[in-house]
């Protein structure tokens, strides 16, 4: 993520918002780089060579990573964002949560909904990454005429979010509901299927504009910090693994706890709990992200808008670390594979 040409990151998550461990640190990433060649371009910038399909490689590959190695603390968080969970389903912290959850409910439980989000993750983050560099390298360069623009950062992060939250709102849905408490659903398949016989197709997007109104400004957030932490910790814009991974984390955890409130509107919207929604008398669907904000407030006051931050936020760190640091080694890889090939 560079000076006018910054790397993408995996939002999402949002969740997003939403890359693997990016192995070793390369020999040469902690030594200074020689002055760039001529004809040679720097690794930020990506190979003019490099294709579409290129960035969404990494993106698909880093999205897919983000999603499912904290993929338990996600189904944790779900919980707790719950208005009124079940006795049997209450939880004082993350620890406390899973140990439970792999006692009571079975070993592979905090997994249920996986398959369905790596299903997502993939095309999701694809066109997210896509869609960022192509972006951010045409707004940056004509606001600052190629130099690192935080404008241009943030817009091409909000556009890219409307394309990744259309792919992955359905998959959002599917998730949320499999990893609830006493779930009814016996598989994803089967999931979809009854979702869309008795709520109708428009179901799977009831949440994409709470989703998006979330993204955007977590997208937005969680950029503007990634760039400025690299700013402060590796000004040079080297392939440095440590600072892409403490930037990444310190950006997910400022724009995951920023945007908590509308996180539990969109899991309430997701989710529908019946308990909740009886208590208050709504009958049929809740809709709309001024109704949830509502309900949200009718039943758990102020506080009920922050339930999971603490998972939210021990998620996400992780999540935008992994996201960054394997969506930069990718553009590293690529780069210095391209390179070589040249000489």
């Known amino acids: 993520t560079g000076t006018g040409r910054m790397e993408l990151s995996c939002g999402v998550g949002g969740s997003a918002a939403a890359p693997p461990g990016p192995g070793p640190p390369h020999p040469a990433a902690a030594a200074a780089p020689a002055p760039p060649m001529e004809g040679t371009e720097e690794y930020e910038s990506l190979p003019s060579g490099a294709s579409l399909g290129t960035h969404m490689m990494a993106g698909a590959v880093a999205g897919i990573m983000e999603h499912t190695v904290m993929y338990p603390v996600d189904s944790v968080k779900t919980r707790m ?143 503007i910090t990634y760039e400025f932490m690299q700013e402060q910790i590796n000004p040079r814009r080297d392939y440095n693994p440590r600072s892409h991974i403490v930037s990444g984390a310190v950006a997910g955890a400022v724009a995951a706890a920023a945007t908590t409130p509308l996180d539990v509107c969109k899991t309430l919207l997701n989710t529908q709990e019946n308990t909740a929604l009886s208590s208050l008398n709504i009958s049929g669907h809740l809709s709309g992200m001024v109704n949830a904000f509502k309900t949200v407030y009718q039943l758990g006051g102020v506080s009920g808008y922050f339930k999971g931050v603490q998972a939210r936020v021990i998620y996400q760190m992780p999540s935008t670390a992994i996201a960054w640091s394997v969506y930069e080694f990718f553009k590293y890889f690529l780069t210095k594979h391209k390179l070589e090939k040249r000489t």
């Not at 006692?103 to 997502?120: A, D």
């Open 81 to 223: 964002q719950s208005l009124q969970p079940d006795p049997k389903a209450q939880y004082r912290s993350v620890y406390e949560a899973l140990k439970k959850i792999v006692l009571t409910e079975g070993f592979w439980r905090p997994l249920r909904g996986i398959n369905v989000t790596m299903l997502g993750a993939g095309p999701a983050h694809a066109m997210y990454f896509a869609c960022y560099e192509k972006m951010k390298k045409s707004l940056s360069d004509s606001i600052q005429h190629g130099g690192n623009s935080h404008l241009a950062n943030g817009i091409a992060g909000s556009v890219a979010t409307l394309l990744h939250d259309a792919v992955m709102n359905p998959a959002e849905v599917v998730k949320q509901r499999m990893q609830m408490f006493n779930s009814p659903y016996k598989s994803v398949l089967s999931c979809i299927r009854t979702v869309r016989r008795t709520e109708g197709f428009g179901a799977f997007y009831r949440s994409y504009t709470t989703q998006l109104t979330m993204n955007v400004p977590f997208q937005a957030i969680h950029f």
